[in-house]
């Protein structure tokens, strides 16, 4: 079944301790982007991926930094997390020349206390 | 600066009544426009492209439509499963990987 994973799906942590949000799809996309959701604000775009070693900000990169050493990973590490960083987390991807065409995976709830 | 607005932000039908949403949008130069639909709890689910002013796209009671400045989604005769949030968004051609995503419109169709 083609699909984008996302992990973990929830999770509450405490500011300044790093986590990873970890992103796989298997559809052997070259396009990944990562996206964050927050009421009265839709979904804003954090960084993308146009291939493998290939990454560039979206508009709100800030506190976030992401690494694309295989097709199919496309983590996002918040290093030192602030509360201004609680939101829905959407990875997605899409196959090659269209980026607007993308698969989203569930999505991960992060709550920073 | 690249913008996206969509109104309204929500939207009340009955069964059977149709109406259309709106996407408005400023570019440069439009690379592309791309409709999603979103339940609740769950990622955005992609519905259509339209690349030039004039083109339209059709899925079951789903019509999207696109101007130079904003495109329609089309709800014909809509029934309760149609009801979601509906997000339009627009890759400028002065940055091919950037997606702008609109607000959204939630629509609830009441049986």
């Known amino acids: 079944e083609a699909q984008v994973t996302q992990n973990p799906r929830y999770l509450i942590t405490v500011t300044g301790k790093k986590l990873t949000v970890t992103c796989s799809q298997n559809?052997?996309?070259?396009?990944m982007s990562w996206y964050r959701q927050d009421p009265g604000l839709g979904l804003r775009q954090i960084y993308y991926?146009?291939?493998?070693?290939?990454?560039d900000k979206g508009d709100v990169p800030e506190g976030y930094k992401v690494s694309r050493k295989e097709k199919r990973n496309f983590p996002l590490i918040l290093e030192s997390p602030s509360p201004n960083q609680t939101s829905l987390y959407f990875c997605a991807s899409s196959p090659e020349g269209l980026p607007g065409e993308l698969f989203f995976g569930e999505g991960s709830r992060l709550t920073v206390l | 600066e690249d913008q996206v607005t969509q109104s309204p932000e929500a939207l009340r039908l009955q069964e059977g009544e149709s109406s259309s949403l709106n996407c408005s949008y400023t570019?440069?130069?439009?690379?592309?426009l791309f409709w999603y639909r979103q339940d609740p709890g769950k990622g955005p689910e992609f519905l259509f492209t339209l690349y030039s002013a004039g083109e339209e796209k059709e899925k079951e009671r789903l019509k999207a439509t696109l101007t130079k400045k904003e495109s329609f989604l089309h709800i014909t005769a809509p029934k309760p499963e149609d009801s979601a949030t509906y997000l339009c968004a627009v890759q400028a051609s002065s940055n091919t990987g950037k997606l702008i995503f609109g607000q959204g419109t939630t629509l609830q169709v009441k049986p």
């Open positions: 570019v440069s130069v439009l690379r592309g």
């Open positions: 991926s146009m291939n493998v070693e290939v990454t």
């Open positions: 559809m052997n996309h070259e396009y």
